[in-house]
């Protein structure tokens, strides 16, 4: 059967489809390090299944790291990363790569390489030495193309795109590869607006379409309160908080994570959380906040 992959609505309204097939992803007492120095300590967590999830911190408290052990990048010194009740790190890579994609920090294509290519090279988890390029691959990379809206970028170098232009190139490859499990590493840095709003669009489009459980790292707290089904608050390598954005998302958490004072009203598009930081010269909002925001 074919998917039709024609997207011509975020679907932020609609419900996600059931994620019952989807591999379950979780940390258990999970310590991180580089060297000597811990990042993240005795953690636990479980990924929603088919759901946005949305990692918040201040820099440094562990949120990228977290996401490359999530990733199978890097390696606990304790605990473990789980995939469907197996630790990752035990699992074969190629079996990891068909069930877990990654999209991290300004990733870099070698010089001259086509879009076309790039999205091509997520197709690598389902190719062996006896079954390489098949029309189920060129079926793939065409609708990822399609799906993220850089067809006719094919041929075009990626290092001659604009910065959104590039993010949706990245993106189309990890949508080629065709993973249950999405996860992006700050996908709206260096963008600007526009493009941002592009980026997360596209993300919840990929969700909302086939169920995807996504995981992102955001800076931007409104628009992780917009686009997330479940916000994941860190501080000091720790899980300060987690859930839906309009239960987690309050001032005292933004003043606890974010050493940041501020006001939570309500965003009047969406009704999610709408944080208003305060400063020495704006200590405090002109007009009323929203009653019970």
Not at 127 to 147: F, G, K, Y
Request: with cysteine; aromatic share 2%; proline share 8%.
């Amino acid at each position: 059967m074919t998917v039709e992959l024609t997207i011509t609505d975020t679907g932020l309204d609609a419900p996600p489809p059931s994620a019952a097939d989807h591999p379950e992803l979780r940390a258990e007492r999970l310590r991180l390090a580089y060297g000597e120095r811990v990042v993240v300590d005795d953690l636990d967590l479980v990924i929603p299944a088919g759901r946005i999830s949305v990692i918040v911190g201040a820099n440094a408290c562990g949120k990228s790291t977290l996401l490359r052990a999530l990733a199978r990048l890097l390696n606990p010194t304790a605990g473990s990363v789980q995939l469907d009740g197996r630790a990752i790190h035990s699992l074969p890579t190629r079996q990891v790569a068909r069930q877990v994609g990654i999209l991290p920090q300004a990733p870099v294509a070698p010089d001259g390489l086509t879009v076309l290519d790039l999205v091509g090279r997520g197709r690598s988890p389902h190719q062996t030495w006896w079954r390489q390029w098949s029309p189920d691959d060129e079926r793939a990379v065409t609708e990822a193309l399609a799906a993220t809206g850089v067809t006719e970028l094919a041929d075009r170098p990626v290092d001659e795109l604009s910065g959104g232009q590039r993010q949706r190139a990245w993106i189309a490859m990890a949508v080629a590869q065709q993973t249950p499990v999405l996860l992006l590493d700050e996908p709206t840095t260096f963008l600007d607006l526009s493009h941002q709003i592009d980026v997360l669009d596209l993300v919840v489009d990929l969700n909302r379409r086939d169920g995807r459980t996504v995981v992102m790292v955001l800076h931007d707290l409104n628009q992780a309160c917009r686009y997330a089904d479940h916000v994941i608050a860190m501080k000091g390598g720790r899980i300060v908080a987690q859930g839906e954005p309009s239960t987690v998302v309050t001032a005292d958490l933004v003043d606890e994570v974010f050493d940041v004072r501020c006001e939570v009203s309500v965003d009047p598009l969406t009704g999610t959380p709408l944080v208003i930081p305060t400063s020495r010269h704006h200590p405090r909002p002109l007009v009323p906040v929203a009653a019970g925001a």
